[in-house]
């Protein structure tokens, strides 16, 4: 083992300040290269906001409340759209991912006093998640430090970001294709999460069954076309089961 | 609407730590979430680019440009990398149409 030559802050005649603090500055330098590409969908989904049928600060204060980007571009595109429940269902459904970071950052937050245990998983975001994982090494406050400086990094950034968008959302020319963009930016979110067999039936017989779908009144064929998605993943997953 | 959608958000991410602590999910459960997300975006992205005109409201260079896109993202690991290529798709078959 190597012995660690760094100074900790506790060490430090000037006691414990936060702009010194390295785990806080781990944590922001961490987080920089994961928001970087982060910057341009905080961009669209800004400029989507703008041509929402919402209006514009509701919108924006999804990101208050929301925080996940692609449940908020869902939201903010489909708003006066469809049906307020299916609006609201499919942006739920998108987030329900997140169970899964619950479960898989549950130990570290075992023993942590009850305010981080409640804000704590407020800022969980696909990006804070990652990192906050790979912290195995950090004790109970460091991992508190860590995981605070990182998701308040992220969430302040992506503030500022889509109020960019809104702010210049305006001057986006019509003809260069916003909606396209959007709906491009999506297709990649998909084959992104498309980490086994399964998930690539979902995805196939999700687009499939919302196409056939096209004519039902709200766009309601997006809710049954994901139902039928999922439920084919299930079954192609039950099938390898008993196939092995 | 985006008080609902944030509160549900919100649980899903603190659901498991504050109601249910170390036990384990059932990995049933875990698997079949991971097909949620493609379900749904999948979805959206044909409900998009339909424009509410149902399947003739879908273009090829619409659907050329989602596929280059979304293998784009794959191959490179990168959302950037697939809009780009996407949308150089898009345009470059709309001026050639």
């Known amino acids: ?244 | 609407m985006i008080v609902v959608v944030g509160l549900s958000t919100y649980l899903f991410r603190s659901g498991v730590i504050l109601f249910i602590g170390n036990r384990a999910l059932p990995e049933r459960f875990v698997r079949t979430l991971q097909s949620v997300a493609p379900a749904v975006l999948s979805a959206l992205v044909v409900t998009m680019i339909a424009d509410g005109e149902g399947a003739s409201g879908i273009e090829l260079p619409e659907i050329v440009g989602l596929l280059i896109g979304g293998a784009a993202a794959r191959l490179a690991n990168n959302l950037i990398v697939g809009l780009v290529s996407g949308m150089v798709v898009f345009w470059a078959m709309n001026w050639l149409i």
């Open chain 1, 1 to 244: 083992m190597k012995p660690t030559s760094k100074p900790r802050p506790q060490d430090q005649s000037s006691g414990v300040s936060l702009h010194r603090d390295p785990i806080v500055w781990g944590a922001i330098r961490d987080s920089v290269p994961l928001f970087v590409p982060a910057i341009p969908f905080g961009f669209v989904l800004g400029t989507a906001m703008v041509q929402s049928e919402l209006p514009t600060w509701i919108a924006w204060l999804s990101s208050v409340t929301i925080f996940g980007g692609a449940a908020q571009l869902a939201l903010v595109t489909t708003a006066g759209l469809a049906s307020w429940w299916t609006v609201v269902a499919t942006a739920i459904v998108i987030n329900s991912r997140h169970i899964m970071y619950s479960a898989g950052i549950t130990p570290r937050y075992q023993n942590q006093p009850r305010w981080f245990r409640l804000l704590g998983p407020f800022f969980m975001i696909d990006q804070v998640f990652a990192l906050a994982a790979l912290q195995g090494e950090l004790d109970r406050q460091q991992f508190r430090r860590y995981s605070m400086a990182s998701g308040l990094f992220f969430f302040t950034s992506w503030l500022l970001a889509t109020s960019a968008g809104v702010a210049l959302g305006g001057s986006v020319p019509d003809n260069l294709g916003l909606e396209m963009a959007i709906a491009v930016m999506f297709a990649g979110l998909t084959s992104m999460s498309m980490q086994r067999f399964s998930a690539i039936v979902a995805a196939i017989v999700g687009a499939g069954v919302s196409i056939m779908l096209l004519g039902l009144p709200n766009r309601l064929g997006l809710l049954v076309g994901a139902a039928a998605g999922v439920v084919a993943a299930f079954l192609t997953d039950e099938l390898a089961r008993d196939g092995e």
